[in-house]
């Protein structure tokens, strides 16, 4: 060994200007007896007489490297990874900037390796990063080789908690395989928090048991002890061993939050699925008053009151308000409605009266230009705002509930003249057009016009927004009327993440993504409509008049009304994302006049906060970084998925005895109801196969694809064309992934559930209510999709 190359078990931090930040630290701490897996390093000499000097300069080092791998086994396997002299500093890590090269064999693989690392010292993101930090030149490069450990689990580990700051808690991310695709943000990570005891934040261990998590723990704590502070290290297991791969401080470490108590109410509260991370103040005092003001319209055909919404430990809860002893005059008032034609007519004000005056008010509301407003107009437009989100909530609750029970009275009738069961009854109405299906299918008119304009095409893969649209104005045209009409709303109920509008690098992959599928729009549609008039054909065939009439009359009303649930759910994502605009234009001036650190702060203020500091110039800087403490808390404290006893459930036998001492038209309208609500409630039903998990069959056919694991609206730009869509649930706004998908598979749902519904307009294969697939299922395993059997089969384990 020379000045070219060391081994690592001689080299300590102290050598760090020649060998970098992180071959010194694992030197040192494999010569201290931790399993860090053996390898030399190429010192910064090597890249400074060699780096720029391209295969001339792998030359003058291919010598040393071939004794280096001799010694340690010439033929074995091995990860070649950047150390550079400024990586792995308390502060600025580094992290994800330079790049790392896995699972190379022979001295020509590595030395091309020991290329692309030297290449990334002066990549862009790199002078970026640097930049950032005020640090001159591209740095000086040390290349680290090691033995490949051929992981059966890896991944991260923190000796204390990087978000609160506590350091008695030990937080462990972990994945099936290699660690790079969590460390690159490209998987999701099963998470343990290590205090006495461990314990698993992700629904169910999948990775790790908990002896092994309480064993990466507590290699991470020791390696704190060595270095002297808290620590972030990267961790393998293979064949029972746990390795070091690397270690360096944690960056950032904020002082350790306080603990904060959390007031329960009485009752049984669930924490709402569609908000995966806790309600900022502002959400809450824009949106809870008005949802618990207005809910009860969804349920004005049911036999509930509604829901009630809090704020329960930071995060949003709620809970069912049961009817008690108003449950009679409640069915009388469904009978009276249900006997005038009121869901009808409410279906019918909603096609030409309420939906037409919505759009209009809401598309007005969406285009003001808010910089132009005054201080006061702005907060006047913020009110006005929050008052027209919360009738558009309203709108949509009431012609939800008419929606559900026309569809329920379809239901019944298909099962009283047919013995249909629900999924076939859904034959008759699936694929009405409307706005679940309208944005992907536009989407799909952009990626036809893109396919057609060579220029376009071929800088679809580079990303690059503005030279993509400066090749062809008509797609360019097109593409900014998309953004304004479809892109301006929020993607879920969360108004702090940004919108497809502000993200149109996102929208031009989804474009890309399409260009080598086979899905058609207009084909599709055609299929559906053919399959509608075969099933109606099929259900009035061999009825009698009075009975074929009725059948009929039921299923007009149905198609008039399925479409319409989602339909008023987009003016109400339109208005959140009005909302997010406004309170980020209440930030941005906040911001310039040093009341705010930053305009997402804006977020952590209530809206009468952040108008009153607006108006009279209060710092609300302390006040945010108070809240981002909270905020911080919530998260890693998410809770319980549900507090106090859940409500006894009436048997079979007692609602049999209840519907039975009704006269003939209660019972036959409560019945609707009762179908309803065991057709649409959301279930999850997980059942464990020798070869995969089964759930629901929710959209027919069979397809074999890649699983892509796709938590939220933040995680779209991973799934590519041709993936089988792995997700907790989906909503309306998720339609623009479905023209590139191959199949669904969901945690949660029903047959009438949102992706089941737009599944089955894109005719993807679709199996939902498994209960735990986003935890089952990993990214890039193969498996089968059967959406006529409700099994999810795994190719590959």
């Known amino acids: 060994m020379n000045?070219?190359?060391?081994?690592l078990g001689q080299v300590t931090r102290g050598d760090a200007a020649l060998v970098g930040q992180k071959a010194g630290m694992l030197g040192e701490l494999r010569a201290a007896g931790f399993p860090v897996p053996d390898g030399f390093v190429l010192t910064v000499a090597a890249y400074v007489g060699a780096a720029d000097d391209g295969e001339a300069g792998l030359a003058r080092i291919r010598e040393p490297v071939q004794a280096a791998l001799a010694e340690l086994g010439a033929d074995d396997a091995y990860a070649v990874r950047s150390s550079a002299v400024d990586e792995d500093l308390t502060g600025g890590s580094f992290a994800g900037q330079y790049e790392s090269v896995l699972d190379v064999r022979?001295?020509?693989?590595?030395?091309?390796?020991?290329?692309?690392?030297w290449d990334s010292a002066g990549s862009d993101r790199v002078a970026a990063y640097r930049r950032g930090r005020g640090l001159d030149g591209s740095g000086r490069m040390a290349v680290l080789v090691q033995r490949m450990v051929p992981a059966d689990a890896a991944g991260v580990a923190f000796s204390a908690n990087p978000v609160t700051g506590d350091r008695a808690e030990v937080v462990v991310s972990a994945v099936r395989g290699l660690g790079d695709r969590l460390v690159a943000g490209s998987v999701g990570a099963e998470e343990w928090v290590v205090r006495a005891e461990p314990h698993c934040r992700s629904d169910g261990a999948q990775v790790l048991t908990a002896a092994q998590a309480r064993a990466v723990a507590e290699l991470a704590c020791q390696v704190e002890r060595q270095c002297g502070v808290p620590q972030d290290i990267e961790w393998a297991i293979a064949d029972g061993r746990i390795m070091l791969l690397q270690a360096r401080p944690i960056t950032a470490l904020p002082e350790q939050l306080p603990e904060f108590k959390v007031a329960v109410p009485g009752g049984f509260w669930l924490r709402d699925p569609y908000l995966r991370r806790p309600w900022t103040p502002m959400q809450r005092s824009l949106l809870q008053e008005g949802l618990n003001q207005?809910?009860?319209?969804?349920?004005?055909?049911g036999l509930m009151h509604g829901f009630e919404y809090r704020d329960i430990g930071g995060w949003c809860y709620f809970r069912f308000v049961p009817l008690g002893a108003r449950i009679a005059e409640r069915i009388r008032d469904i009978v009276t409605a249900v006997a005038g034609g009121e869901p009808a007519r409410v279906i019918e004000r909603w096609h030409t009266e309420w939906q037409p005056d919505l759009a209009a008010r809401v598309r007005a509301m969406r285009d003001r230009e808010l910089p132009r407003l005054t201080d006061a107009a702005l907060g006047e437009h913020l009110w006005a705002a929050r008052e027209l989100s919360t009738e558009s909530n309203e709108l949509h609750f009431r012609v939800g509930g008419?929606?559900?029970?026309?569809?329920?009275?379809?239901?019944?009738t298909c099962a009283e003249l047919l013995g249909w069961e629900p999924f076939q009854v859904l034959r008759l109405v699936v694929g009405m057009p409307g706005k679940t299906t309208e944005p992907g299918f536009r989407l799909a008119g952009l990626a036809r016009m893109a396919a057609a304009k060579p220029a376009v095409r071929e800088l679809l893969p580079s990303g690059e927004v503005g030279r993509t649209l400066a090749a062809d104005q008509e797609f360019a045209a097109a593409f900014a009327d998309y953004l304004s009409e479809y892109g301006t709303r929020t993607m879920g109920q969360d108004i702090t993440k940004p919108t497809l509008a502000e993200q149109p690098e996102l929208v031009l992959r989804l474009v890309e993504g399409q260009l080598?599928?086979?899905?058609?729009?207009?084909?599709?549609?055609?299929?559906?409509?053919?399959?509608r008039e075969q099933a109606y054909a099929e259900a009035v065939t061999g009825l009698p008049g009075p009975a074929a009439d009725r059948l009929t009359e039921a299923v007009r009303l149905a198609r008039r009304a399925y479409p319409v649930r989602d339909d008023s759910a987009f003016y109400t994502h339109v208005m959140l994302a009005v909302l997010r605009q406004g309170v980020?234009?209440?930030g941005h001036r906040l911001t310039a006049r040093g009341q705010l650190a930053d305009p997402a702060d804006a977020f952590l203020l209530e809206l009468p906060e952040a108008l009153?500091?607006?108006?009279?110039g209060t710092d609300q800087r302390k006040l945010a970084e108070r809240r981002r403490a909270e905020q911080a808390w919530a998260s890693t404290h998410p809770g319980s998925p549900y507090y106090g006893e859940p409500?006894?459930?009436?048997?079979?036998?007692?609602?049999a005895s209840w519907l039975g001492s009704l006269e003939a038209t209660a019972r036959h309208t409560i019945e609707i109801v009762l179908w309803v609500g065991r057709t649409a409630s959301p279930v999850a039903q997980a059942q464990a196969t020798p070869t995969g998990l089964r759930g629901l069959a929710a959209s027919s056919g069979q397809y074999t694809g890649t699983a892509r694991v796709i938590l939220d609206e933040t995680e779209f730009h991973r799934l590519r064309a041709g993936d089988v869509l792995v997700c907790p649930e989906t909503n309306a706004q998720w339609s623009v992934l479905f023209g590139s998908v191959g199949a669904l598979v969901t945690d949660t749902g029903s047959i009438l559930s949102h992706p089941a519904i737009i599944a089955r307009e894109y005719r993807v294969p679709a199996v939902v209510a498994t209960g735990n697939a986003t935890q089952l299922l990993r990214d890039g395993q193969l498996v089968t999709v059967d959406g006529d059997t409700g099994a999810v089969d795994f190719i590959e384990s």
């Open 106 to 117: 022979g001295l020509d693989e590595v030395l091309a390796a020991v290329r692309v690392c």
């Open 647 to 655: 409500p006894a459930q009436s048997s079979e036998q007692d609602s």
């Open 584 to 586: 980020l234009e209440l």
């Open 612 to 616: 009153d500091a607006l108006r009279d």
């Open 516 to 531: 080598t599928g086979e899905h058609d729009p207009e084909a599709a549609l055609a299929a559906l409509a053919e399959s």
């Open 402 to 412: 008419a929606s559900s029970f026309s569809w329920g009275t379809l239901g019944v």
């Open 294 to 301: 207005v809910n009860w319209r969804l349920f004005e055909y």
């Open 3 to 7: 000045d070219t190359v060391r081994r």
